[in-house]
């Protein structure tokens, strides 16, 4: 019995940190379940056009707000549009915008975060107050203010919610590197004679990608739902192209007399985004080192 007790925490220690981290994920169940609910997001957004079971723009004048049924599983739009083929192709919008805007982001948040702890000084200061005076200002009233300046578009849209998030990289990717600059590992590359950019992408941003790819799954749910509300207020997808934001502003004109058009996208949007977080917060305890301490 001793043998045994002794051996399995040692060969638990022994394993990789990908793997000790994939163990720490599965183990946290609703982790599991935001993951399933976000791979079948996906699924249906990627086979969109063969499961869809009608055109989403193809108007009917015959099936103008009809209720759910055999035949419309939710219901139609005041087109006569179906309802769920529309939802269907709308998460292609909600989801490609997350998960761009959030690249976009990240592809201009750290580059700058690593220049600024790594040159320190006047550089720094100067990266430092403009990404607080953006982090100052509420993250969907930026958002909206650069989309209108833009115009209305799906892509302007994504480019706003790129801009917008990139200073809470910024930030995260800036501590990451003043914490690695002192390090014996980064002193030593520099003393080799790396050139600040090798020492920033071989040597200090491989040790900061857990924390970027946690606050990257969070930002991809606050940016589906910073996208609904610009389509909502018609600066994202722009109409008859599906989206889950484009399709509550039609249906807040029918909340009394078709609800089913304002249920289904909202559902839609409550549950992607609950799964994003639930993954961010699996992601958060697994990649965190100090796990196995506790």
């Known amino acids: 019995m001793s043998t045994t007790t002794v051996t399995a925490p040692a060969l638990e220690k022994g394993q990789s940190p990908?793997?000790?981290?994939?163990?720490?994920?599965?183990?946290?169940?609703?982790?599991?379940?935001?993951?399933?609910?976000?791979?079948?997001f996906i699924l249906i957004a990627i086979l969109a056009p063969w499961i869809a079971p009608y055109d989403p723009i193809a108007?009917?004048?015959?099936?103008?707000?009809?209720?759910?049924?055999?035949?419309?599983?939710?219901?139609?739009?005041?087109?006569?549009?179906?309802?769920?083929s529309r939802l269907i192709w709308g998460a292609r919008a909600s989801l490609m915008a997350g998960v761009i805007s959030v690249m976009g982001a990240v592809a201009i948040g750290v580059p700058i975060g690593l220049l600024a702890g790594l040159a320190g000084g006047w550089v720094d200061a100067t990266i430092s107050r403009?990404?607080?005076a953006m982090l100052s200002v509420p993250f969907l009233i930026l958002a909206i203010a650069l989309a209108a300046f833009l115009g209305p578009a799906l892509e302007n849209a994504m480019i706003a919610?790129?801009?917008?998030?990139?200073?809470?990289?910024?930030?995260?990717?800036?501590?990451?590197?003043?914490d690695a600059?002192?390090?014996?590992?980064?002193?030593?590359?520099?003393?080799?004679?790396?050139?600040?950019?090798?020492?920033?992408?071989?040597?200090?941003?491989?040790?900061?990608?857990?924390?970027?790819l946690v606050q990257s799954t969070l930002a991809i749910a606050e940016a589906i739902i910073a996208e609904a509300s610009l389509s909502f207020l018609g600066l994202g997808q722009q109409p008859p192209a599906p989206s889950w934001g484009s399709m509550l502003n039609s249906a807040q004109r029918f909340l009394d007399s078709a609800p089913w058009l304002a249920i289904a996208p909202g559902a839609a949007i409550f549950l992607v985004v609950l799964a994003f977080n639930l993954v961010g917060d699996g992601l958060r305890d697994a990649l965190d080192p100090r796990a196995d301490r506790r």
């Open 18 to 40: 990908a793997r000790r981290a994939l163990r720490r994920f599965l183990r946290h169940k609703l982790a599991v379940a935001g993951l399933v609910v976000v791979l079948a």
């Open 130 to 132: 403009i990404a607080d």
């Open 59 to 84: 108007t009917s004048w015959s099936r103008i707000r009809k209720p759910p049924s055999e035949l419309h599983w939710f219901g139609t739009d005041e087109n006569g549009r179906d309802v769920l």
């Open 181 to 212: 600059k002192s390090t014996d590992w980064v002193e030593a590359a520099r003393s080799l004679g790396n050139p600040p950019w090798r020492t920033a992408f071989v040597h200090v941003l491989p040790n900061i990608i857990p924390p970027l």
């Open 161 to 178: 919610i790129a801009i917008t998030a990139s200073p809470i990289f910024v930030r995260l990717s800036r501590g990451m590197a003043l």
